[in-house]
């Protein structure tokens, strides 16, 4: 009950925050992304708390339905409860969760692109993107220069997010926590909207300075841009995250589909020893 109530006051404290940050928006007719990293960082991860929160607010409607409520929430805490609820033990187990679930999508991702590879007509770059699917596939870290150096392919076809096959567009979804379920229209207008917003993020960290990030900030960070950082050290957290950074912030926001498969390309083998 103590564990409930300390997440209440934490969440209602995060609203008011919020509100504060939205009116501040208002007043200055500034958008999302002008915003300083924490505060766009704090919107996009309360925009995912409260669509979480939604089916709970709904099971609640019914007379006397608190009870069976609580109760699902004891006993199904990873799906039920946003992270203001979970015991740092919890979110340490939560996270691997929700990270081996993700991790199935990547041999599927790295598959679609050494598929849609053998289409390209460029010989060059052709090769260039079969070496790097290949690399990775056999337990490689690639290098930074060896994902900007097929950038341009990431723009329309055959590997930008509007030119991209369902399948593909589907497996992303997959590795961003989003639903795979809907319309091809949907699913690659929200893949793009999801990229974006990374990319603009970004942009922010870029200007602050990622030595300037706690280091609870930096392991989620590199969590929600595919690795799995729980039991990550910062400083191995802060080396991944400057070579993440060194790839998104050279990106124009037409490449941004090479962000998407970054989240695979540049955490499936990634070891603090791998960046030599």
């Known amino acids: 009950m103590a564990r409930i109530l300390r997440g209440f006051r934490i969440f209602f404290l995060e609203v008011?925050?919020?509100?504060?940050i939205?009116?501040?928006?208002?007043?200055?007719?500034?958008?999302f992304?002008?915003?300083?990293?924490?505060?766009?960082?704090?919107?996009?991860?309360?925009?995912?708390?409260?669509?979480?929160?939604i089916p709970v607010g709904i099971l609640s409607l019914p007379p006397f339905?608190?009870?069976?409520?609580l109760l699902l929430m004891y006993l199904f805490p990873r799906q039920l409860l946003i992270r203001h609820f979970w015991t740092p033990e919890q979110q340490a187990e939560f996270l691997n969760t929700y990270h081996n679930i993700r991790k199935e999508a990547y041999p599927e991702v790295l598959a679609g692109l050494q598929h849609l590879s053998h289409t390209l007509d460029d010989p060059h770059l052709r090769k260039q993107m079969l070496d790097l699917c290949k690399k990775v596939q056999e337990g490689s870290h690639?290098?930074?220069?060896?994902?900007?150096?097929?950038?341009?392919?990431?723009?329309?076809?055959?590997?930008?997010?509007?030119?991209?096959?369902?399948?593909q567009v589907k497996v992303l979804s997959r590795?961003?926590?989003?639903?795979?379920?809907?319309?091809s229209f949907f699913l690659r207008s929200r893949l793009q909207s999801h990229v974006l917003e990374l990319y603009h993020l970004d942009h922010?960290?870029?200007?602050?300075g990622v030595r300037e990030l706690t280091d609870e900030e930096v392991q989620m960070a590199c969590y929600i841009r595919g690795l799995n950082s729980v039991h990550l050290s910062p400083s191995a957290c802060r080396l991944w995250l400057d070579q993440w950074l060194a790839l998104s912030c050279s990106l124009k926001g037409a490449e941004t589909s090479l962000l998407a498969h970054g989240m695979v390309l540049l955490s499936t083998n990634f070891t603090p020893s791998s960046m030599g």
């Open 16 to 20: 008011k925050e919020i509100r504060r």
């Open 22 to 31: 939205k009116e501040n928006m208002y007043h200055k007719k500034i958008q």
């Open 33 to 53: 992304h002008q915003l300083p990293y924490r505060e766009m960082e704090r919107l996009r991860q309360f925009r995912r708390d409260v669509i979480k929160a």
């Open 65 to 69: 339905a608190n009870y069976l409520v």
């Open 142 to 167: 690639p290098d930074i220069n060896e994902l900007k150096a097929v950038r341009t392919l990431f723009v329309g076809h055959p590997f930008g997010i509007q030119r991209l096959r369902v399948q």
């Open 175 to 183: 590795v961003l926590f989003l639903t795979p379920r809907l319309p």
């Open 204 to 208: 922010a960290m870029l200007k602050l």
